[in-house]
């Protein structure tokens, strides 16, 4: 079975500081894709960062930036510099193949002014 | 322009009834997909097609049937609802392109069934 594992349901961050969100993952498949989506209260998914397995180099996005670590499974999301606007459900997802997307349980994000 | 389009937004009906909402998509993607957002935002696929054929079919029940008349379609129709089909049902859709895998989702559509 593939899963994904997100331990923390809620986090909280400063606005302007720094927090990471973690995931981990469970696969026997040596090449896949790794996502991290935001859904902030609007309901819209929207992806925020993509990580293909066979790329060793964290994926950046502006503020938002990885830390991929495929031995340990592991696949966390630094948000820099925090913004109110970051407050979301923040899910991770991993996607084995062009048809199959898994997703974790998520971890909603605060952002205190 | 919407890339992913479903509707209704939101539906609300009597346990019983029987409801379908909608998707289209215009970014000429294969694969399309039904997930499923409980209440405690657990998102989980429900279905998935390919070029209209079905190739992913989770454990649902068989009141749910998609149909897919076109590779730009796929719509969802539930027959006699129950209370616990109140969720929020998401579309997508995705293309495995050398360039990245992405899925693209739909705004959603909250069920809500009394």
């Known amino acids: 079975a593939q899963t994904v594992t997100q331990s923390q349901p809620e986090m909280s961050v400063q606005e302007a500081e720094t927090v990471t969100l973690s995931c981990t993952y469970d696969?026997?498949?040596?090449?896949?894709?790794l996502f991290w989506y935001k859904q902030p209260p609007s309901r819209q998914m929207i992806l925020v960062i993509r990580?293909?397995?066979?790329?060793?180099q964290n994926a950046t996005e502006n503020r938002f930036s990885v830390n991929f670590q495929k031995a340990a499974k592991s696949f966390s999301l630094k948000i820099s510099d925090s913004q109110l606007g970051d407050a979301a459900m923040y899910f991770c997802?991993?996607?084995?193949?062009?048809?199959?997307?898994?997703f974790g349980t998520g971890t909603s994000l605060t952002v205190i002014p | 322009d919407t890339a992913v389009s479903q509707t209704p937004k939101y539906l609300v009906t009597q346990m019983g009834n029987d409801k379908s909402i909608k998707c289209e998509q215009n970014l000429g993607h294969d694969t399309m997909y039904w997930y499923k957002q409980d209440s405690k935002k657990f998102l989980k696929i429900m279905f998935s097609?390919?070029?209209?054929?079905?190739?992913i079919n989770e454990t649902v029940p068989n009141r749910f049937s998609p149909k897919s008349p076109d590779k730009a379609h796929l719509n969802l129709h539930i027959n006699s609802l129950e209370l616990g089909d109140s969720a929020v049902y998401f579309c997508a859709s995705s293309q495995d392109r050398a360039g990245g895998r992405e899925l693209f989702f739909g705004e959603g559509s909250r069920l809500t069934v009394l």
């Open positions: 990580q293909e397995a066979y790329k060793q």
């Open positions: 696969t026997s498949e040596s090449d896949y894709y």
């Open positions: 097609y390919n070029n209209k054929e079905l190739i």
């Open positions: 997802a991993y996607s084995p193949t062009g048809n199959q997307f898994y």
